[in-house]
């Protein structure tokens, strides 16, 4: 047997819970918030043409996608980090900014990876209840924070529970936060965000020196198998982020995929209507079966059931449907097919 000594803090890191994949008989899957369409159009023909090159290494940090990232938000190329997704980008952040034994704040429940790299980062993880409504208590977070804090992890929309943190809301909140903690705003759903009143990072970054955004091409852009994810900020904050990256993490593949997809908005915008549709009829009908639903913004549902979440995935996927349960405590439900938002609320129809 093995002498080596495991980090403490590793050993004792939750383990990540993917979402369930599809196996043997036609299932919709309803588990990794995935949006049901192929890459956008052009997609494939430039992933077929980049794996031609294959045995080439692809460009260190992706600097072709970095540029027409920052052409296409209007910043400067330097605040621009291009990584294997978001969550690659937010180790990088806690890596760079978080020393062993600093704190970093999370609301909780929220994305799972969150405690999972604050505790590879040595740090100590706080998570802040959610309020009864499934938003983020960005109050009693600004109010966790200690002379160890060091970073400050904003999911919006929230993942699992769905609702945006507002803009005023989060000014109020920037407006307490010391200057020397680390704000990241992870956007990862952004793009299916309805709500008018809620907050865009691009309004902010020019007002907090301490925020960081992170955005992904896994959703709305449907590229959640080539991961790849961007940070935007100062300078400064970016140049420490490429700093700890693994170079030649992004692949040529990925790159390609991602510049032609950033050139689909219409297409793509498309889209991502028809998921909110979808999205809007299924919260209007199961409030109307009387569930509690968080106000949904990005491209799933939560439904709180505490016990009773594991048993309802069951029965979902006894209908053919594969969702997301967080045992305990509710299950997501992400938003695809028409067809399999049906069957699902005609499950839930069972258990109000």
């Not at 704190?103 to 100590?124: D, K, T």
């Not at 896994?218 to 959640?224: D, E, P, W």
């Not at 982020?241 to 993490?249: D, S």
């Not at 689909?264 to 809007?280: C, F, K, L, S």
Request: glycine content about 8%; proline content about 7%; charged content about 20%.
């Amino acid at each position: 047997m093995s002498r080596v000594p495991v980090r403490p803090s590793v050993a004792a890191l939750p383990a990540y819970q993917a979402g369930a994949r599809p196996s043997g008989r036609l299932v919709y899957k309803l588990s990794s918030n995935e949006l049901p369409f192929p890459p956008l159009p052009g997609v494939l023909a430039a992933v077929e043409g980049a794996a031609a090159d294959a045995n080439r290494y692809p460009r260190q940090m992706a600097d072709e996608l970095t540029a027409a990232i920052a052409l296409f938000h209007g910043v400067e190329t330097g605040g621009v980090a291009v990584g294997a997704g978001a969550i690659a980008l937010l180790g990088y952040a806690l890596a760079a900014f978080v020393e062993p034994g600093d704190q970093v704040i999370y609301g909780w429940r929220s994305f799972e990876a969150y405690p999972i790299l604050a505790g590879v980062a040595g740090a100590e993880a706080v998570g802040v209840p959610l309020t009864d409504t499934g938003q983020l208590d960005l109050g009693s977070m600004s109010a966790a924070i200690t002379p160890t804090t060091r970073a400050i992890l904003v999911c919006s929309p929230n993942n699992p529970t769905g609702p945006a943190v507002r803009r005023d809301e989060f000014d109020r909140f920037m407006a307490v936060v010391p200057t020397d903690v680390l704000v990241v705003l992870d956007e990862a759903y952004v793009d299916f965000v309805t709500d008018s009143a809620a907050v865009n990072s691009f309004e902010a970054l020019g007002r907090y020196s301490n925020l960081l955004t992170m955005r992904t091409f896994s959703k709305a852009y449907g590229l959640a198998g080539l991961r790849v994810g961007y940070a935007v900020g100062r300078p400064r904050l970016i140049e420490a982020i490429r700093a700890v990256a693994r170079p030649f993490e992004v692949s040529a593949m990925a790159e390609l995929a991602a510049i032609y997809s950033l050139q689909m908005q219409e297409a793509m915008a498309q889209r991502v209507r028809q998921v909110v549709e979808t999205r809007t009829v299924t919260f209007q009908d199961l409030v109307a079966q009387g569930w509690r639903v968080p106000e949904p913004q990005g491209n799933f549902v939560w439904l709180e059931l505490g016990a009773d979440a594991v048993p309802f995935a069951g029965a979902c996927q006894r209908a053919g449907l594969l969702v997301r349960p967080f045992p305990g405590e509710g299950v997501r439900v992400s938003i695809g097919e028409p067809v399999a938002a049906e069957r699902f609320l005609e499950v839930a129809a069972t258990w109000v």
